[in-house]
Nanobody
């Protein structure tokens, strides 16, 4: 069993940056992929970014490519999402997830989810 806790969300102006963290406990997640998803009010949850267990392969949604960077520190059992050049349309609850070793783009690729952290980008 893995417990995930996200942190780092908040209110930021458009063009600003935030760094989300995803701390895992219960057991090591070093052999698992890590993903980030988001859900805006009234919309379905969508894929944002994912990273393979080894950290040598990443994937991004087109909407965040070039602005967001996913990373991980297996020694700290923590995943990260660096978000730069934020836009109002990035406003959502952001969730981290841990699951299949390859770090997939689909929610079904993940077995464990955090509770989410709110990111609000103002104009």
């Amino acid at each position: 069993q893995v417990q995930l806790v996200e942190s780092g969300g908040g209110l930021v102006q458009a063009g600003g940056s935030l760094r989300l963290s995803c701390a895992a406990s219960g057991r090591s997640f070093s052999r698992n992929g890590v993903g980030w998803f988001r859900q805006a009010l009234g919309k379905e949850r969508e894929f944002v970014a994912a990273i393979r267990w080894s950290g040598d392969s990443t994937a991004y949604a087109d909407s965040v490519k070039g602005r967001f960077t996913i990373s991980r520190d297996n020694a700290k059992n923590t995943g990260y999402l660096q978000m730069n050049s934020l836009k109002p349309e990035d406003t959502a609850v952001y969730y981290c997830a841990v699951g299949a070793y390859y770090g997939g783009r689909f929610a079904d690729d993940y077995a464990y989810w955090g509770q989410g952290t709110q990111v609000t980008v103002s104009t």
